[in-house]
């Protein structure tokens, strides 16, 4: 990449970890002209003094180095042994049928830390809990593959399945944006589900920890790995309208896909509202997706929307970003709802750059701690609370061991619903020594969902 194809940004700071060699990385250290540096992307003038400032990012350039040179071993890893444990699965059923990745009984990890797939029988389409409990339920499914989801959403919750989005990142060159819509007639809404980082894939925990920036005019800064995913373009940034890439149909750009197959089904549908939701980093895109739909004023589109539920989202933008967002998506009645649970790490993702000249949560956080207890917040509580504290080090530990007890009675005192498979129960063992480990699970957030007694909504 040339610094051209950042000329749709009128301020940006993009790090290269795949540029970065000793000399830049020594640079950092002791030069303010980061401009001048392979490592980083911004204009050639850009001065950091602090050495502060230029330290997190001699950090944050070495731990994406090393996420990006494990990316291939931990991904045969990963699938390895997610490979083994489908087949161990079908041992379990009774079954000695060969794992098919691409088939409709094939399970991701996440899939098989928690098993549960069907829909909470008890919150009916006019209960406040309905939007966020259809919403995480969909957050979870879109980590499986195609066949998977298309099997659930048909057959398991009796909706319509309209289509599986793989979407092209012109910037990575690769496919980094994974989506699929549902049609609910009873309930009339229209599901759009951004599929967040596939466990182990650290590739992609790259792009979570990377605290790059585009300064976008009208919108704000806006963090660079989540708008190359959903579809930004080089040299242009979001122009209105984009066509595939070029002799290659199958590659198409996750917000104007999804967006065009948005239109289509709410004119269709003339009483459908629609629901953008994801987890972790799908939280992310779900909630860029909202706000550039508010960039290019698809006033239709957004009248209709009905809520964008996140869970364990990150930041993805500066204060400008977060009004301008606001202004669209919470006014005049609230649609943005971001849930966090305990110590969850992602939503205090990119690391070290929490103000809001950089990035900044919005939206009203429901936060729920290890008890499922649930706070409305601005912003996550316990920000300061970090591991690194000795007072921080040992109340992590205290919830990981809280959350292991929790596991083991929750099942039997509540329902069946709530009780954990082995993999959890081993992962939360293990986090009694490595707090943090299971926190950004999917589980925990339909567990708040379904032990909520009201979810506020749009109304």
């Known amino acids: 990449m040339s610094k051209i194809d950042y000329c749709f940004s009128n301020d940006y700071m993009v790090l290269r970890p795949d540029r970065a060699g000793p000399f830049d990385l020594l640079h950092l250290l002791f030069s303010p002209k ?32 090393v996420l990006l040179s494990l990316a291939g071993p931990v991904a045969a890893i990963a699938a390895a042994v997610e490979f083994a444990l489908n087949f161990m699965d079908n041992i379990f059923q009774g079954s000695m049928e060969y794992p098919d990745r691409s088939s409709a009984t094939y399970r991701s990890l996440t899939g098989l830390i928690d098993a549960r797939v069907d829909l909470d029988k008890s919150i009916a389409p006019t209960d406040s809990r309905y939007h966020a409990s259809l919403c995480v339920m969909a957050s979870k499914v879109a980590y499986e593959n195609e066949a998977f989801i298309r099997d659930v959403v048909t057959n398991r919750w009796q909706m319509e399945f309209v289509k599986f989005f793989d979407c092209w990142n012109e910037f990575e060159n690769a496919y980094t944006a994974q989506a699929f819509v549902l049609w609910a007639p009873d309930a009339e809404v229209v599901v759009v589900a951004f599929r967040g980082t596939p466990a182990f894939d650290t590739a992609r925990w790259r792009a979570d920890v990377d605290p790059s920036w585009y300064k976008v005019p009208r919108l704000g800064r806006a963090h660079a790995a989540y708008t ?11 122009p209105k309208w984009v066509e595939h890439v070029k002799g290659k149909p199958n590659k198409v750009y996750a917000y104007y896909a999804i967006r065009d197959a948005v239109k289509e089904l709410l004119e269709a549908n003339g009483k459908a509202r629609l629901l953008v939701t994801g987890h ?91 008890s499922y207890n649930l706070k409305v917040f601005m912003e996550i509580p316990g920000e300061a609370s970090a591991t690194s504290s000795p007072a921080g080090f040992l109340v992590s530990r205290v919830n990981a061991a809280r959350e292991l007890g929790r596991s083991v009675y929750l099942g039997y005192w509540r329902s069946a619903y709530f009780r954990e498979g082995w993999v959890l129960l081993l992962m939360r063992v293990v986090a009694v020594v490595l707090p943090g480990l299971p926190f950004h699970r999917v589980h925990d957030y339909v567990n708040a969902v379904a032990l909520a007694a009201h979810i506020p909504k749009d109304e």
């Open 34 to 65: 980061v401009g001048r540096n392979r490592a980083v992307d911004c204009f050639t003038s850009t001065e950091i003094r602090s050495f502060v400032r230029r330290l997190a990012i001699f950090f944050n350039l070495l731990l994406q180095i």
């Open 228 to 238: 190359h995913a959903l579809g930004a373009q080089r040299n242009m940034g979001w």
């Open 280 to 370: 972790g980093s799908g939280g992310a895109l779900a909630v860029l997706f909202a706000t550039v739909l508010a960039y290019h004023r698809e006033k239709a589109v957004l009248d209709r929307l009905a809520g964008v539920y996140t869970f364990g989202q990150p930041r993805v933008g500066d204060a400008m970003l977060a009004m301008f967002a606001e202004r669209h998506l919470d006014r005049p009645k609230k649609r943005h709802f971001r849930f966090a649970y305990a110590g969850d790490p992602q939503p205090r993702l990119p690391a070290g750059e929490s103000s809001p000249a950089h990035f900044m949560h919005f939206g009203l956080c429901l936060h729920f701690d290890v």
